[in-house]
T-cell receptor, first 112, second 116 residues
Framework: AQSVTQPDIHITVSEGASLELRCNYS??????LFWYVQSPGQGLQLLLK??????LVQGIKGFEAEFKRSQSSFNLRKPSVHWSDAAEYFC??????????FGTGTSLTVIP | GAVVSQHPSRVICKSGTSVKIECRSL??????MFWYRQFPKKSLMLMAT?????????EQGVEKDKFLINHASLTLSTLTVTSAHPEDSSFYIC????????????FGPGTRLTVL
């Protein structure tokens, strides 16, 4: 069965500290993997995506993610968090038919 | 990137009335549109997939007679919540894919529905 697990419901980091948000997936075919960010009351903004090729993908706002097939993971990282990064982050897996499965999200709080 | 809009952004209605939410692709042809529902602190749950000119395909557990989806053109899909009840209150988000944007889904900003 297809599923996405984001083990961390809520993470708090200090501004300037590094960040890693975890994502594990279960998918029967070659996955397309995505990270989205959602600010309160807003829609989803795509941070980055992995379809194929280089397993380390760069996204917007200084985010990157690494696809590790052996671990079925696609963790999101940022070397230095800014206060404006506080939001809800969703990992998603899909296929070229675009059936998306979302994780339950990780809420990020950034403290000064 | 491609832009998807939703209207209205917020709507409050009385129980028993119907509410229509519009989803528009502004700068591409949306051959496929998706409707999601998001509960507080929860993930997005796919409700239905609609291809332009075809009937929508609903996910298991979604009442197709309650959530009417129309995708009559390549730039517009509508979700009508019929005989709304307080438990239908939620955040509804649409997404679209098509040409020339390819495989990626582009998400609308969402519509907050509150049923009193």
């Amino acid at each position: 069965a297809q599923s996405v697990t984001q083990p961390d419901i809520h993470i708090t980091v200090s501004e300037g500290a590094s960040l890693e948000l975890r994502c594990n997936y279960s998918y029967g075919a070659t996955p397309y993997l995505f990270w989205y960010v959602q600010s309160p009351g807003q829609g989803l903004q795509l941070l980055l995506k992995y379809f194929s090729g280089d397993t380390l993908v760069q996204g917007i706002k200084g985010f990157e993610a690494e696809f590790k097939r052996s671990q079925s993971s696609f963790n999101l990282r940022k070397p230095s968090v800014h206060w404006s990064d506080a939001a809800e982050y969703f990992c998603a897996v899909g296929s070229n038919s675009n059936q998306f499965y979302f994780g339950t999200g990780t809420s990020l709080t950034v403290i000064p | 990137g491609a832009v998807v809009s939703q209207h209205p952004s917020r709507v409050i209605c009385k129980s028993g009335t119907s509410v229509k939410i519009e989803c528009r692709s502004l700068d591409f042809q949306a051959t496929t549109m998706f409707w999601y529902r998001q509960f507080p602190k929860k993930s997005l749950m796919l409700m239905a997939t609609s291809n332009e000119g075809s009937k929508a395909t609903y996910e298991q557990g979604v009442e197709k007679d309650k959530f009417l989806i129309n995708h009559a053109s390549l730039t517009l899909s509508t979700l009508t919540v019929t005989s709304a009840h307080p438990e239908d209150s939620s955040f509804y988000i649409c997404s679209a894919r098509g040409q020339p944007v390819g495989d990626e889904q582009f998400f609308g900003p969402g519509t907050r529905l509150t049923v009193l």
